[in-house]
């Protein structure tokens, strides 16, 4: 589904992506992983329009879409989520997934003087969207919630709900797991497999927690330095000496490290 070409991205004389290449296969959940610095972020940035790749090219079910910005991408169905949840806060949940669909009647000023039916219609179906995407993550009774007084990890699972109100292809999840307790982690884990299973979304989810990644992704690729350093299964990856290397510094064996 995603092609990344030998992506360069510079700041200056620092290289945060240098010469990234993978291959993001349609109905997976791929697992980012890699130190901090390591340039996951600075690469979802890159596929996702968020900034411009210094150089290299970045292909969508064949279509080069590198340096697209955002909304263009989210209309394709490429979505993304960031480390710090961007919620509007003085609205309640349901009220935040509501405004996730683009050109609705009522962002037209005529249309609230000439169409007030058309958007009441609208409005009525988006909530009862939203609802139904509240009862998959099992947050119903969240719904009237302002989601400023959400906890870290429910803020999470918002954003994961966001996904859920258009046709989304492929999300990726930046450090979803985050400041997000044990229990809550699971609650968006199983809601991920079941999106992926379900509905046939492709996730692409950056984690520092190896038990998370471990449960949710096949494949698993490693970043350094901004280049690719091994991709292959948990497993695999736990016990590449390049990994290890990677995380420690030293070519030690020590696989528990890679945590």
């Not at 009862?128 to 009862?135: N, S, W, Y």
């Not at 719904?143 to 859920?164: C, P, V, Y």
């Not at 450090?175 to 997000?180: D, H, I, L, S, T």
Request: aromatic content about 6%.
């Amino acid at each position: 589904m995603i092609e990344v070409h030998d992506i360069h991205k510079h700041f200056g004389g620092f290289h945060a992506v240098d010469g990234a290449t993978l291959t993001i296969e349609a109905g997976t959940i791929t697992g980012l992983i890699g130190p901090n610095g390591a340039g996951k972020t600075t690469l979802f940035n890159v596929i996702a329009g968020n900034l411009p790749p210094t150089s290299g090219r970045v292909t969508m079910d064949g279509e080069d879409i590198t340096g697209l910005p955002p909304h263009t991408l989210f209309g394709k169905g490429l979505l993304r989520t960031f480390q710090i949840a961007h919620e509007f806060t003085s609205m309640t949940v349901r009220e935040n997934l509501m405004m996730v669909p683009g050109d609705q009647s009522g962002e037209h000023i005529v249309n609230a003087w000439l169409k007030r039916g058309q958007i009441a219609e609208e409005e009525r179906a988006l909530a009862a969207k939203a609802d139904e995407v509240l009862d998959f993550l099992t947050v119903s009774h969240l719904a009237d919630e302002r989601a400023g007084n959400l906890s870290g990890g429910q803020k999470k699972l918002l954003e994961l709900g966001r996904t859920m109100m258009v046709d989304a292809k492929i999300v990726f999840l930046d450090e979803v797991g985050a400041g997000v307790n044990r229990t809550l982690l699971n609650t968006i884990g199983d809601a991920i497999i079941r999106l992926n299973k379900e509905r046939g979304y492709t996730f692409v989810v950056i984690e520092h927690d190896m038990d998370f990644i471990g449960r949710l992704c096949d494949p698993v690729i490693c970043m350094a330095e901004g280049k690719v350093l091994a991709e292959g299964t948990l497993d695999e990856i736990k016990a590449n000496e390049q990994v290890i290397e990677a995380y420690l510094g030293t070519g030690l064996k020590n696989k528990d490290a890679v945590a």
